[in-house]
């Protein structure tokens, strides 16, 4: 079992920066791909990127590439997400969630954190 809590989430101005860090409870952290999804007010949930148990491999969607990096320390249980250039069209609840390979289909994650809320102003 892991449990996930994701921080870090806040009101930034376009162009501005962030990093959400998910916090993970559980011995099995590193044997996990972790992803971050996002949903906008009114839409449905979206992969934003995710990255593999080593950290060795990620994958992006289009939107956040060269922007969004997504990295890991297993020795802290922790992944990140560093925000950069962040734009209105960003604004949402990010989610990150662990599961057993890196995709980006929600369904393949089995666990999930609560959401952090970032909102970016024009």
């Known amino acids: 079992q892991v449990q996930l809590v994701e921080s870090g989430g806040g009101l930034v101005q376009a162009g501005g920066s962030l990093r959400l860090s998910c916090a993970a409870s559980g011995r099995t952290f590193s044997s996990y791909a972790v992803g971050w999804f996002r949903q906008a007010p009114g839409k449905e949930r979206e992969f934003v990127t995710a990255i593999s148990w080593s950290g060795g491999f990620t994958r992006s969607a289009d939107s956040v590439k060269g922007r969004f990096t997504i990295s890991r320390d297993n020795t802290k249980n922790t992944a990140y997400l560093q925000m950069n250039s962040l734009k209105p069209e960003d604004t949402a609840v990010y989610y990150c969630?662990?599961?057993?390979?890196?995709?980006?289909?929600?369904?393949?994650?089995?666990?999930w954190g609560q959401g952090t809320r970032v909102t970016v102003s024009s």
């Open positions: 969630a662990a599961g057993g390979r890196l995709t980006g289909w929600d369904t393949d994650y089995d666990y």
